[in-house]
């Protein structure tokens, strides 16, 4: 035994490391290859069972619930308001613009017409479980008893006498009168004012003062969101929808654009069952390509039914993923629903290529050492070579499988552990089904391979079973499969394998070709980190929202006629001393900052109870007001304060929902649990908008010194992107810190390869993120997580290159990347291929959003990811490959190893004859010629100036020709 450095023991501990996954690999494939009805029947009551889990399967498409973490500030925020004021109103829009698009919309024929449509909207009756359920009994009100909460335009001719739209003067009014009319001041039946920028759309003013042109009309009905009344009133604003459609096909002089609150969440239920008919066209040609990738034309060698089982098992493991994760309580999203088949597609398809190109080369060689046979005049029986050939095809490609699943399931477990509930819910999702992928590779996969080269051999048709080809004998006698002589090749050698070996790899490695390939990948990576500093972040409703649909016109009109008014927003104060002067005047100046703010903030209206309540006392009830200090006298406060509520018959009752007291025993108020201010936001239209409305008034209301908090709608819905650059960068950094671990241990401690490998994974995230944004994808939640996606899938076109390479033989690092490139080169291809078409489906979805984010962004990930794996990383392996495996092997166990890879299983192909060296001598007459050195095919025993044997154990690799 030789004494060797710390580098040899290193190098000697990733041999013996990958040596015993392979031994177990084998064993594994031996033992399913043996048995393999009763690994397939176990395998499929498996997946059976936790299919059947799906059914407690629990799916969540709300936003708020999706992307907003636990315990942040909004989510707290959201449930303070909810609990204390009531949840958000259900926000019900009805917009009327001229049928003549652009034309004023106040003609009399128009208001007409809307208030038909309005008189039918209120007295809308449906029947829900059996009663009779209208606007007033899932509408929003500001106390108990009070009028429905509606804004709109005809409340200029509201009759506050009557209590009812006066018509009679709309009748009779000329178009001049109609305009002075909506000049004028108007009250609600609420008692507020109408303020003219909340139900008027583009406002012209004449020479006189008064309007003369409105581009549009806005009527809002709010509805109550409490729990016990949503499905209700869900039902109630389905039907509002549907009256407003038919009412809309009737009109002839105004158009009638709608949306109720239930539109988005049913936007994203359809998002989550859209375009199946393209899912189906993906697998079929899915199918249709795994099975003549695979197989032949040929009535028996045709791998029909193998592709159709394999992508049978891809989706089996996935609805047996998504079962098992429903078992474990975990709640499925549109994500998991629309991105994890596109991914277990991707890194299934290549197992499967991989494994059954591994057996279908030693099946050729088979084949081959079958007529050499059959000219010897000798003959066999029986299909037991099968089990010997699938193990050693599992010892071949097994161990590229158990690397890319092991990478993928210990990135996406740890990046799990993020806070966003959707990513969490993919990525945990998506562990355990690349997980549960894995097992049916080995288990369904590997016994269908055995069954259908028992098949064959039985010359037994495909598809047909049944049915045997009686021209097989024909055929074969002719010499349709026998190879050349003095090399081994058949007539039917895949494409992809022919063109790779003899075009590709040969061009890649030229010395010029390899310098241009550096310089062009570096150019591209320099081009995707400008497109990076080019990043936008967003998300509006637009991108889920399909062709066709009503919300697009609804969308549109509400963005060019009402783009300068956003939703309400609330600056809400906890439980403080109002009666302190010191409250008051803080709050007095935090009114002032909001006024101050007309960039994010429309006042007026601003509806502060402090500032009426002032008002109103100074004027009824002078002796609680300090005439010095124009303050509230502290013990007169609470008393002034519960008659503005109660007993004031013109606005304070309006107040009652603004403002939470606490009353003793003689129902006299005696405290303030928490109060709100009301505005309305401004020109928000993009997510930047959004966020920076949030931050200033999170500003005014963090330095108001009344603890106070803002809160609109939309909080809980932007609040992600405070947190999503940090989220996504430690997502990926911990993935990426699981790739390294794993892949370091699958390459046998090879610190180099895990780098190499590493480093150009991260390229692909990098490129991908990139061009993405200079594609004019923005960044949010989805793109966030098909950058998590695109760790799974470039790892699928990188580690088993690299590991390929490990595995290659040969004096010089071109030789061996020409090496790889035709074991693995063929597969990642194929699997690409696959991949691509099924991607390529997806341009003709009708979602927006699928179009973006699944065709446009899959589209650049497999692009990147074939590009860098197959073009750059080959080329980067010819300038700094890592040392093989078999540097830290000895003679005997590299040709041990050869043995059971590539011959040990030829035991069985040359019937009863039990001499391995002697049938691998033969084997290597195959395919070197007709020379009897068995080593005279295999570079590690060539009389190489490159390659010593020192003591006739140890062999060794010049360091001039190996990078460590």
């Not at 390869?753 to 949010?780: Q, R």
């Not at 291929?833 to 899959?858: D, E, R």
Request: with cysteine; proline share 4%; charged share 20%.
């Amino acid at each position: 035994m030789v004494d060797r450095t710390w580098k040899e023991k290193f190098h000697r501990v990733g041999y013996l490391a990958n040596r015993k996954v392979e031994d177990f690999l084998e064993h594994c494939g031996r033992v399913i290859a043996t048995r393999p009805i009763l690994f397939l029947v176990g395998s499929l009551i498996f997946v059976t069972l936790s299919c059947l889990c799906l059914l407690m399967a629990k799916t969540e498409s709300r936003p708020e619930k999706l992307w907003s973490p636990p315990g942040t500030e909004s989510v707290i925020e959201k449930a303070f308001y909810d609990t204390t004021f009531g949840p958000f109103y259900r926000i019900n829009q009805i917009i009327i613009t001229n049928k003549n698009e652009g034309e004023d919309v106040i003609t009399k024929e128009g208001l007409l017409e809307m208030y038909e449509l309005l008189v039918k909207v209120e007295s809308l009756t449906i029947t829900v479980d059996g009663k009779q359920v209208s606007f007033s009994d899932v509408c929003a009100t500001t106390y108990y008893g009070s009028p429905c909460i509606r804004q709109t335009p005809m409340d200029y001719w509201y009759d506050v006498n009557n209590k009812d739209w006066n018509i009679a003067l709309l009748n009779s009014s000329t178009p001049a009168q109609l305009h002075h009319q909506i000049s004028l001041p108007a009250q609600s039946p609420l008692g507020n004012t109408l303020s003219a920028n909340t139900v008027l759309g583009i406002v012209r003013y004449g020479g006189n003062g008064d309007i003369n042109y409105v581009g549009a009309l806005l009527n809002t009905y709010l509805g109550n969101n409490w729990q016990n009344n949503v499905t209700i009133a869900e039902t109630w604003e389905r039907a509002l929808l549907g009256l407003c459609a038919d009412y809309g096909k009737t009109t002839k002089y105004i158009n009638v654009y709608y949306s109720a609150e239930v539109s988005l969440q049913d936007e994203l239920d359809k998002l989550i069952k859209a375009d199946t008919t393209l899912l189906v066209i993906s697998y079929v040609v899915e199918i249709a390509f795994v099975a003549i990738s695979i197989g032949r034309l040929h009535p028996v060698r045709s791998k029909l039914l193998v592709g159709l089982s394999g992508i049978t098992l891809v989706l089996g493991s996935i609805a047996s993923g998504l079962g098992l994760s429903a078992l474990f309580q975990i709640e499925f999203s549109p994500i998991s629903v629309q991105v994890l088949p596109f991914l277990l597609l991707g890194s299934g398809v290549d197992d499967m290529f991989i494994i059954a190109n591994s057996f279908e080369t030693l099946l050729e060689k088979r084949n081959a050492q079958r007529h050499k046979k059959h000219e010897d005049g000798q003959s066999e029986k029986g299909d037991e070579w099968i089990v010997g050939l699938m193990a050693s095809a599992v010892r071949h490609g097994g161990p590229h499988c158990l690397l890319t699943s092991l990478t993928d399931f210990v990135a996406f477990m740890i990046a799990a552990s993020g806070k966003m509930p959707a990513m969490k819910s993919f990525c945990l999702t998506a562990g355990i089904a690349i997980l549960i992928e894995l097992l049916i590779q080995f288990t369904c996969f590997v016994p269908i391979l055995v069954l259908d080269a028992k098949r064959v051999n039985a010359k037994r048709i495909d598809c047909i079973p049944c049915l045997k080809y009686t021209k097989v004998e024909e055929e074969e006698s002719e010499g349709v499969d026998k190879p050349k002589k003095g090399k081994f090749r058949l007539p039917n050698k895949r494409i992809i394998h022919s063109f790779v070996e003899n075009y590709y790899a040969p061009f890649l490695l030229k010395p010029k070709v390899k310098v241009a390939v550096i310089v062009i990948f570096m150019a591209l990576l320099g081009v995707s980190i400008y497109g990076i500093t080019q990043t936008q972040e967003g998300l509006l409703l637009d991108a889920i929202i399909p062709d066709g649909s009503y919300l697009v016109p609804f969308t549109q009109a509400r963005s060019y006629y009402f783009g300068g008014l956003g939703a309400p927003v609330y600056f809400v104060m906890k439980d403080i001393d109002y009666t302190s002067h010191d409250t008051q005047d803080k709050m007095n100046a935090m009114i002032g900052k909001i006024k101050g703010t007309p960039k994010w903030f429309v006042t007026p209206p601003l509806l502060s109870w402090w500032v009426d309540f002032y008002n109103y006392a100074l004027l009824f009830l002078p002796d609680s007001v300090n005439p010095d200090t124009r303050q509230i006298y502290p013990d007169k406060f609470y008393p002034a304060l519960d008659y503005f509520l109660t007993k004031d018959t013109l606005i304070g009752p309006f107040y009652r929902g603004d403002v939470i007291v606490e009353r003793n025993a003689t129902n006299a108020v005696t405290k303030i649990v928490a109060s709100r201010f009301m505005c309305y936001s401004i020109g928000l239209n993009t997510t930047q908008q959004y966020v920076g409305s949030m931050t200033t008034g999170r500003e005014l209301t963090g330095n108001s010194g009344l603890g106070a908090f803002f809160y609109s709608i939309y909080t809980i819905y932007f609040e992600q992107y405070f947190l999503l650059t940090d989220e996504t960068l430690r997502n990926l950094g911990v993935a990426l810190v699981g790739v390294f671990v794993v892949t370091l241990v699958c390459f046998g401690l090879s610190f180099s390869a895990t780098l190499l490998s590493l480093f150009v994974i991260i390229i692909v995230i990098v490129e991908t993120l990139g061009y993405s944004s200079l594609w004019k994808i923005a960044f949010n939640p989805l793109s966030a997580v098909n950058l998590i996606m695109a760790i799974g899938l470039s790892v699928e076109f990188v580690s088993h290159f690299v590991r390929a390479f490990l595995k290659a033989e040969a004096p010089t690092l071109n030789e061996r990347v020409a090496i790889c490139l035709n074991d693995m080169a063929p597969n990642v291809l194929s699997g690409f291929v696959a991949t691509l078409l099924s991607v390529l489906v997806l341009s003709g979805a009708s979602y927006p959003v699928l179009i973006t984010y699944y065709f446009q962004m899959y589209l650049l990930i497999t692009l990147l990811g074939v590009g860098n794996g197959v073009i750059f990383l080959p080329v980067l392996l010819s300038f700094f490959g890592p040392s093989p495996f078999i540097k830290g092997a000895t003679k005997e166990e590299i040709q041990r190893d050869h043995r059971r890879e590539w011959g040990e299983s030829e035991v069985f192909i040359l019937g009863n004859n039990t001499d391995s060296e002697a049938n691998l001598t033969e084997l290597n007459n195959l395919e070197g010629g007709e020379s009897s050195n068995n080593n005279n095919n295999n570079p590690n025993f060539n009389d190489n100036p490159n390659i010593s044997n020192d003591n006739n154990d140890e062999i060794r690799i010049d360091q001039g020709q190996q990078k460590d």
